[in-house]
């Protein structure tokens, strides 16, 4: 979310700022802005006139009765009711354009961070670093190709139940992917000082409003909702003869699935306020949990395979912190997550994304990108950003710095550390033997009961 004041008093900033993010029209979008928030503080100070007038009409209503004076009374009655009228008509234009604002806030992006650069898409991204070499010679089978002829990834048995995107993993495979989350997770609490959350799975809107998953990208998010609800509010309905007229939406108890455990997690501090000491050092939470994503906008985009699924698991780290913390913070997440590639002996690359690459709510974002020798270039495995004060000011999440009365928005980070189907994917391929075995990487043995390779008889 944005600061009304900041755009109000630095109009220039969010017109170059918003413009150098894709919005085609910034100049129209923040005249808009301004336009709705002069005419809502024109009907708040309007409305606070007439409550005054109001207010001290009143009063001398009762010095005219108690003068006799029924005439004066009278009028000052009729000036009552018609004060009446104008802070009622001050209310509702308050109520309608401070929607109508507020929508519009909501909807737009935040601002980019000052080092990062512009680019309209990923063609504009930066390479910072890589590591390791990526392999290049030997088999490169691809991963749906590898987990099928070992019998241990089966689509065809996912979409007769589920649909397109689904996979069912199956004996050792499905053990190796089981045993890369409880790696990373192990990996970020016990030598990275992450805090081990179990947080829902379903959120209501507010939550998905507050880190930015809402308005803007329902379409890609799944929901559900209480359908017994329904049926017996219909029940009722159809009892009473009054029809089936009604919120349906309200009477669901609605609730989303989570595209990420960012949501939970970054929404544990939603309408909270932290003491500075809080966050001396800063708060560190992660989660190993499943994923939901409708995948609205990526028709024809990996349709075969892991890489793109409906339903997932991944590690999130999310970390709140102090405005001054949050860039070394950004820095540390970012360095967590390769980690667990260093130890999976994996080739990387970390990429600076540019402007218009970046996620709506962050402000700067480190991606890394994993190699894939079926491919033969490095896709996405983790995604950390730094979103500054915008997703706190969604979830007025605020903090108190010692000695001061007045308080501040913290800062929320969030990264992928990692996301376990990709990097079962990276591990198939990376390590996949010419016999059509593939190898289990060092770190993961213990997990896999010494098992070193999947597929063996």
């Not at 000082?193 to 308005?215: H, I, K």
Request: with cysteine; net charge negative.
């Amino acid at each position: 979310m944005h600061d009304i004041r900041a755009i109000r008093e630095n109009p220039q900033v969010y017109v170059a700022g918003w413009a150098s993010r894709g919005v085609e029209d910034a100049d129209g979008l923040v005249a808009d802005i301004l336009r709705l928030d002069g005419e809502l503080r024109h009907a708040q100070t309007t409305g606070q006139d007439a409550l005054a007038k109001r207010n001290a009409a009143s009063k001398l209503i009762g010095a005219a009765m108690g003068k006799k004076d029924m005439a004066e009374a009278d009028r000052l009655k009729a000036e009552v009711e018609a004060l009446k009228g104008d802070i009622a008509a001050a209310a509702e234009v308050e109520a309608r354009v401070g929607k109508a604002l507020r929508d519009l806030l909501a909807a737009q992006k935040n601002l980019a961070a000052e080092d990062v650069p512009d680019g309209e898409d990923e063609a504009g991204n930066v390479e910072v670093s890589t590591w390791g070499e990526p392999r290049r010679t030997g088999p490169a089978k691809d991963h749906a190709d590898l987990g099928e002829a070992l019998g241990m990834l089966d689509f065809e048995a996912a979409a007769k139940m589920s649909g397109a995107r689904f996979a069912v993993l199956k004996g050792q495979l499905a053990r190796l992917e089981r045993a890369v989350g409880q790696f990373m997770l192990d990996l970020q609490t016990d030598q990275h000082g992450y805090l081990e959350v179990n947080p829902p799975y379903l959120v209501r809107d507010e939550a998905m409003f507050g880190t930015g998953q809402l308005p803007k990208f329902e379409e890609d998010l799944f929901k559900t909702g209480d359908f017994s609800a329904v049926f017996e509010k219909m029940a009722k309905l159809h009892q009473s003869g009054a029809g089936f007229s009604y919120n349906i939406y309200e009477d669901l108890n609605a609730r989303y699935l989570i595209p990420t455990a960012e949501v939970s997690l970054t929404n544990l501090v939603r309408e909270t306020i932290l003491f500075e000491d809080e966050l001396a050092t800063p708060m560190r939470m992660t989660a190993l949990t499943p994923c939901f994503r409708a995948e609205a906008g990526s028709a024809g985009r990996d349709t075969r395979g892991l890489i793109r699924q409906h339903q997932f698991s991944k590690v999130e780290m999310v970390s709140i912190t102090r405005p001054e913390d949050s860039d070394a913070e950004h820095e540390r997440m970012t360095a967590c997550a390769e980690a667990v590639l260093k130890a999976l002996e994996l080739p990387f690359r970390r990429m600076l994304l540019c402007k218009g690459d970046m996620g709506f709510s962050a402000r700067k974002t480190f991606d890394l990108e994993v190699w894939l020798p079926s491919q033969g270039t490095y896709r996405e495995i983790s995604s950390c950003s730094n979103c500054g004060d915008f997703q706190a000011r969604r979830m007025d999440a605020r903090f108190k710095r010692a000695g001061e009365k007045k308080t501040e928005f913290v800062h929320t980070l969030n990264g992928s550390g990692l996301a376990v189907g990709r990097t079962l994917v990276a591990i198939m391929e990376n390590y996949q033997q010419e016999d059509g075995r593939i190898a289990v990487p060092a770190v993961l043995r213990p997990y896999m009961g010494g098992l070193e390779f999947v597929g063996a008889a």
